[in-house]
T-cell receptor
Framework: GAVVSQHPSRVICKSGTSVKIECRSLDFQATTMFWYRQFPKQSLMLMATSNEGSKATYEQGVEKDKFLINHASLTLSTLTVTSAHPEDSSFYIC?????????FGSGTRLTVV | GDSVTQMEGPVTLSEEAFLTINCTYTATGYPSLFWYVQYPGEGLQLLLKATKADDKGSNKGFEATYRKETTSFHLEKGSVQVSDSAVYFCALRPRPNTGNQFYFGTGTSLTVIP
């Protein structure tokens, strides 16, 4: 079946630094990738939709200059949290697919200290 | 707007107990409804889905029926096993769908003890 690899699974970084999270579709080409964020005890919230070769579409309230998304190929999308702050600590998860179906990555637990 | 409300956890059950995790939704149109499961250290996996009213999704002994009149999609299993310990997410995908996005509930953590 379709497999999505997300890396890293956990990361701790210092306030003010940037962190890159990768989302790879291993055995299929994903025309669309989604990035979600989950705050403790809250729902998964869509941050942005990423289509290969074009700029990501960000949801209202999501800072595009802070959460940089790059979808340079049909198998890789990256989310970079720039100048991270403690309030950016959260669980980030991607999903990838073609419209016929979507597969989720295992998520990344980001802790900013 | 569209949203999903899911029973809060954590839920702890003994092996072979009956499981119900409640899920209700708010949506315009006729959404598709899903249950996803996340085992420790793994990604979300589709457990079951239903695309129209009165459809019953089922997989691995789990069932959920799309109830339009009560806007619900409760997850049930008659006899849980230790291996069912995971986090369960209820989700909807709006129709007509302009973005292929999902709306998720908060997730319910289930622990099954021997």
């Amino acid at each position: 079946g379709a497999v999505v690899s997300q890396h890293p699974s956990r990361v701790i970084c210092k306030s003010g630094t940037s962190v890159k999270i990768e989302c790879r579709s291993l055995d299929f080409q994903a025309t669309t990738m989604f990035w979600y964020r989950q705050f403790p005890k809250q729902s998964l919230m869509l941050m942005a939709t990423s289509n290969e070769g074009s700029k990501a579409t960000y949801e209202q309230g999501v800072e595009k200059d802070k959460f940089l998304i790059n979808h340079a190929s049909l198998t890789l999308s990256t989310l970079t949290v720039t100048s991270a702050h403690p309030e950016d600590s959260s669980f980030y998860i991607c999903s990838a697919g073609t419209g016929a179906g979507y597969t989720f990555g295992s998520g990344t637990r980001l802790t900013v200290v | 707007g569209d949203s999903v409300t899911q029973m809060e956890g954590p839920v702890t059950l003994s092996e072979e107990a009956f499981l119900t995790i409640n899920c209700t939704y708010t949506a315009t149109g006729y959404p598709s409804l899903f249950w996803y499961v996340q085992y420790p250290g793994e990604g979300l996996q589709l457990l079951l889905k239903a695309t129209k009213a009165d459809d019953k999704g089922s997989n691995k002994g789990f069932e959920a029926t799309y109830r339009k009149e009560t806007t619900s999609f409760h997850l049930e299993k008659g006899s849980v096993q230790v291996s069912d310990s995971a986090v369960y997410f209820c989700a909807l995908r709006p129709r007509p769908n302009t973005g292929n996005q999902f709306y998720f509930g908060t997730g319910t953590s289930l622990t099954v003890i021997p």
